[in-house]
């Protein structure tokens, strides 16, 4: 069998160049684009990768963030709790101060009616016990009760003890003054002439006396030197009287404020001439 060579070298030559026009035409555009493709993945890959980080981020960021607002809203919630049970508390003091002043205020109204109404009754009372007792002394002992109170006071005056005679004694010296004899009633020239008497006898010189008669004056005479004053009243069964009253009303008005000591009531003290130190 014979070879044709020059069908083999035109073959070999045919297959060269096809396989140049291959490489060429079909192969590099084909692996060009299978490069550009593996390119176009890994960039479209690591752009996925960098969304994916950045997205991990913002998630990592929200979480964050939602939980510095939960601590915010704990803190923020307990902070309006803890202010608004101190403005409860404070709202409840003021309250509870406010009746605690009402009360007070209305106790103390209390107690200013209750000085005031005895302070009417000791007056009525006064004058009462003043004429019911000029009548009975006038109709069983024919003498008025203006004189028996000033032979009473002229006898307590000498009957005064050494330290009450020293007081009126000072107050006397201590004045340029004359002294005042005040009675609720205009006394008689004999009455002012034995109480004259008395005091020149008690203090051993001749006393400066001016008599004035005052109807708010307490039933009774007193004599008053230099802020000193000696008397001799019926105001004691009187205040003994309005102490009485006034425990009767407090043990009606249980609100009122019992804490201030009462004198004892079922104590009846004596009239009495007493030396009793006053401002001047």
């Not at 490069?35 to 981020?57: C, G, N, S, T």
Request: hydrophobic share 45%; aromatic share 6%.
């Amino acid at each position: 069998m014979l070879i044709d060579w020059f069908t083999v070298a035109a073959q070999i030559v045919n297959f060269l160049i096809l396989v140049w026009l291959l490489k060429h035409f079909l192969y590099k555009p084909i692996l060009n684009a299978i490069d550009a493709r593996e390119k176009k993945i890994a960039a479209e890959l690591a752009d996925a990768d960098a969304k994916k980080a950045e997205a991990e981020k913002e998630r990592a960021d929200f979480e964050g963030k939602n939980k510095t607002f939960d601590q915010q809203r704990t803190a923020m919630l307990g902070k309006a709790t803890d202010e608004a049970k101190a403005e409860h508390d404070r709202l409840f003091d003021q309250a509870k101060k406010d009746a605690e002043e009402v009360r007070t205020k209305q106790a103390d109204a209390l107690r200013g009616d209750q000085s005031r109404l005895g302070k009417k009754i000791t007056l009525l009372a006064e004058k009462e016990v003043f004429a019911i007792a000029r009548k009975t002394l006038a109709d069983l002992a024919t003498v008025s009760l203006e004189e028996r109170i000033g032979e009473v006071f002229t006898r307590r005056l000498r009957e005064l003890d050494s330290k009450a005679k020293g007081v009126l004694v000072d107050a006397l010296k201590n004045t340029s003054q004359p002294a005042v004899v005040r009675s609720a009633f205009v006394l008689p020239d004999e009455q002012r002439a034995a109480i004259q008497n008395a005091l020149n006898e008690t203090f051993s010189a001749a006393v400066q006396i001016q008599f004035e008669d005052s109807q708010d004056s307490i039933c009774g005479i007193e004599l008053a030197a230099s802020g000193q004053k000696l008397a001799w009243t019926i105001s004691s069964y009187l205040t003994d009287l309005s102490t009485k009253l006034s425990n009767l009303v407090d043990a009606e008005s249980p609100a009122v404020d019992k804490t201030t000591a009462k004198p004892d009531a079922t104590r009846v003290p004596e009239p009495k001439v007493a030396a009793l130190a006053g401002a001047k």
